[in-house]
């Protein structure tokens, strides 16, 4: 059930994007133990010059391979949000040649009231996941 928004500069083939989301939905289903089915995601191309994104001030550099990830999801402990960055990180590499600075990451937390996956109903709230 998290969300995933990718937000890269434009460029990317096809492949490389299918590449990027089945890696981090890769990482998503190791880290937070979702069933492969719950895989939401999203993404916005940007031109080079409406993305800037630096190192706040941790003396690395970033390039034009860079991907902000906002992920939305209910509750994660420290332990798997930590898992999910280091897992990521790996897969994002391995499968698509990212590079480790390249990757920032935002996780925002909301509660069962906050999903409708369809229907005008709150499946969480609902019982029926």
């Not at 990317?12 to 089945?22: A, I, S, V, W, Y």
């Not at 937070?32 to 003396?59: A, S």
């Not at 600075?101 to 996780?107: A, F, L, Q, R």
Request: contains cysteine; proline residues 2%; aromatic residues 8%.
């Amino acid at each position: 059930m998290p969300l995933l928004k990718f937000d890269v500069i434009e460029g990317r083939t096809d492949d490389e994007l299918k590449k990027l989301l089945d890696a981090a939905h890769d990482a998503v289903v190791k880290a937070f133990e979702v069933p492969d089915r719950d895989r939401y995601q999203i993404v916005h191309q940007h031109k080079e010059d409406e993305m800037i994104i630096q190192d706040t001030g941790l003396n690395f550099e970033r390039s034009q391979n860079v991907v902000v990830i906002s992920v939305r999801t209910s509750q994660r402990s420290d332990k798997q949000k930590r898992a999910f960055y280091r897992i990521l990180a790996d897969e994002l590499q391995a499968q698509c040649g990212i590079e480790p600075n390249d990757i920032m990451v935002s996780i925002t937390t909301n509660g069962a009231a906050d999903w409708s996956f369809g229907f005008g109903e709150a499946q969480f709230l609902t019982g029926e996941l």
